[in-house]
């Protein structure tokens, strides 16, 4: 028997279609959700890459999946930018601190570099007449891979005790490569590399110290005193002065035979230096000026005593008067006349005001052993040409950067803006961000450089893309 149509009926069927469209709906978004969210991509950290499957929007959520820890120094490169996408490749790089050298200045780098060679090209690539930049291998012995290799593309130079060489393996650490010549490193012995000429040349250089004796001459003070028996103006030295001395024992720090430094550890007075006498005669004739203006003024003195009036006898106070003292010149001279035998001091010093009441200047810091501290422009653009091509901006890009940090502060580390308080290269507000790559930001070029480049890959990705943004800001 066929069921009867009924409203009632109907409104159920229509409910468990609706229901069953809306679960379809639903079950197709979900599919398509898993489909299109599902990614995968190839993620290398440090030379070792591999195949990840993931769900993350972004590479940080993908780093953080993987449990990659990435440090300050460290860098990120994706080809999808900061969000994430299918077949995306992700390179992680960890930096290490090693030691430039510049200008005879030392300055701790942060690279990822995986030869001496590649480092120091880093430093060429942007700066084909950069200032020599050599690398001190002595830190980086104790990198996990045993040693940064030296050249990945030939024959490397090496010299050491006046002795030239060739090592035909490159791909070698120092210390191998130093083995293999039988060279043996003393504890303070120096090992750098650098290129001259096109070739890739390891240097060692032998430290060894020295001492020596030095004695300093003590200069004798000089002591004037007043003879009567001599004439005005006239001089006699009474007792020659002599030199003392005094015996420094100098510790000498020799590079390569070469003296470099020296201290002084131990110091000693032999002889105390004996004062030099010297008599003068006495000066009269302002003595003899002194006398007459006083005789002068005891004339005065007496003609004021003359000119005052006997007292009269015509009362008792009078009387009284009559038989009191006469009264003494100092008494009866008035007092506009002494004025002029004793001159008055002024009442505020004439001398110029001590220092303390003028605001000293701060004093200049101290220059830092390891850092890129008060750094010229042009040696600023040194390390960031380094700094910048570890990074892939080279050639357009480095010239951008050039260009941004020109119209931001000139390259000057101690550029301030007054209105915002922005600092340093970078232009960085406030400047105490930069504190997240070194305490001396505030005199540190190398600190202020590190971070700069940071700040543009995080909010720009490079520098072209920064500079335009600035251009039409006028500030980034």
């Not at 005052?308 to 009387?319: A, E, I, K, L, R």
């Amino acid at each position: 028997m066929a069921r009867r149509w009924t409203p009632r009926r109907f409104v159920v069927l229509r409910r468990i279609r609706v229901a069953s469209c809306a679960l379809l709906v639903v079950l197709a978004m979900i599919l398509t959700f898993g489909i299109t969210a599902r990614k995968s991509v190839a993620l290398s950290v440090n030379g070792q890459t591999k195949t990840v499957t993931t769900y993350a929007y972004s590479v940080d959520g993908l780093l953080r999946q993987q449990g990659v820890k990435v440090k300050t120094h460290d860098l990120v490169d994706s080809t999808s930018g900061g969000q994430l996408r299918n077949h995306a490749a992700i390179t992680v790089r960890s930096a290490y601190q090693t030691t430039i050298v510049i200008q005879g200045q030392r300055v701790p780098f942060w690279t990822t570099a995986t030869s001496m060679d590649q480092l120091l090209g880093f430093f060429e690539e942007n700066r084909k007449q950069a200032m020599k930049v050599t690398v001190d291998v002595g830190n980086v012995y104790n990198q996990l891979t045993g040693g940064l290799v030296i050249n990945q593309a030939g024959p490397v130079t090496v010299v050491a005790d006046g002795k030239t060489s060739v090592a035909p393996n490159g791909k070698l650490p120092a210390a191998s490569i130093l083995d293999s010549k039988g060279i043996v490193l003393g504890k303070e012995d120096r090992v750098s590399v650098e290129h001259d000429q096109g070739t890739t040349v390891l240097r060692v250089q032998r430290v060894t110290h020295g001492s020596t004796q030095r004695t300093v001459p003590l200069p004798f003070a000089t002591r004037t005193v007043v003879d009567p028996s001599l004439a005005p103006g006239q001089t006699q030295v009474r007792q020659a002065g002599v030199a003392g001395q005094r015996l420094q024992t100098i510790q000498v720090t020799y590079v390569d035979g070469q003296a470099e430094s020296e201290q002084v550890v131990k110091e000693e007075t032999v002889a105390m230096p004996v004062d030099q006498v010297v008599a003068v005669g006495p000066d009269k004739p302002r003595e003899e000026q002194n006398s007459g203006q006083q005789s002068k003024d005891t004339g005065k003195d007496s003609q004021q005593v003359q000119k005052t009036p006997s007292p009269s006898p015509s009362s008792n106070q009078d009387s009284q008067s009559s038989t009191a003292p006469a009264p003494t010149p100092a008494q009866t001279k008035p007092p506009q006349t002494t004025q002029p035998t004793q001159p008055s001091k002024p009442d505020k010093p004439t001398t110029p005001s001590k220092p303390e009441d003028k605001p000293a200047p701060s004093p200049a810091p101290n220059p830092s052993p390891n850092g890129l501290w008060h750094a010229s422009v042009d040696l600023a653009q040194t390390y960031a040409g380094g700094a910048a091509a570890q990074r892939g901006w080279t050639g357009s890009e480095f010239t951008a950067l050039v260009e941004l940090w020109n119209r931001e502060s000139g390259w000057l580390w101690y550029a301030e803006n007054k209105n915002s308080g922005a600092y340093g290269i970078p232009q960085a507000y406030p400047g105490s961000k930069m504190a997240l790559f070194g305490a001396n930001w505030h005199d540190d070029a190398a600190v202020q450089i590190d971070w700069g480049l940071y700040y543009i890959a995080q909010q720009y990705g490079n520098p072209s893309t920064a500079l335009q943004y600035q251009k039409q800001h006028n500030s980034y």
